[in-house]
């Protein structure tokens, strides 16, 4: 059970929060659980359904961008987080079940996106404070300027959902998915 109400429905969110909501709705054919508990604040879903909205129209690939989510995930030991981009590279970005345990672990297993996401764990795992080389690990594997932008954005803004979901403990409302243990 999560640490604020969550609006059951799309009618007993804030009545600013209701249209985002039914977006949401129209969308994905459903409004999961982070959604509606971040509607208690309709400033905080516009400004995260902006973010995510605008990059989802950015250069990245959505499977880049859902193994950047779920070793963002890991890494910040969120549950939620975890479940959601499981089911979401799994069943929309079409990930098998070995390249998501490779993206948990930072890694991928296309030599492309590995560089991404081992690039998105070294932001997360340093809080932004990369070495040289790691730039130039990831420039070298071919990502652009607005992709370097873009993958920085997404540990961002995967960074804010995973702790928001911590924060409120967030009810899991897709097949669940345990982070591992740091060793």
């Not at 999560?2 to 994905?28: C, F, H, M, N, Y």
């Not at 208690?40 to 879903?45: D, E, G, I, R, V």
């Not at 250069?59 to 193994?67: F, G, K, M, N, S």
């Not at 080389?133 to 961002?156: N, T």
Request: charged share 15%; glycine share 6%.
């Amino acid at each position: 059970m999560s640490r604020i109400p969550t609006p059951a429905t799309v009618a007993d969110a804030p009545e600013k929060s209701q249209p985002l909501l039914g977006a949401v709705q129209a969308q994905l054919g459903s409004v999961p659980n982070m959604f509606r508990l971040i509607a208690n604040s309709p400033q905080a879903l516009e400004g995260y359904l902006g973010m995510s909205g605008a990059l989802g129209k950015g250069v990245l690939p959505a499977a880049t961008r859902e193994r950047i989510a779920l070793a963002v995930a890991q890494a910040n030991g969120c549950n939620y987080c975890l479940s959601a981009h499981a089911y979401l590279g799994k069943n929309l970005a079409k990930l098998d079940d070995a390249e998501i345990a490779a993206n948990r672990s930072g890694a991928s297993n296309d030599p492309k996106a590995d560089a991404a996401v081992r690039f998105a764990a070294k932001v997360v795992a340093l809080r932004g404070h990369i070495a040289e080389a790691d730039f130039a690990a990831v420039r070298a594997a071919g990502y652009s300027d607005a992709q370097i932008v873009e993958i920085v954005q997404h540990v961002a803004l995967n960074t804010w959902t995973n702790y928001f979901n911590e924060v409120f403990q967030t009810a899991i409302d897709f097949p669940a998915v345990e982070a591992r243990k740091a060793a």
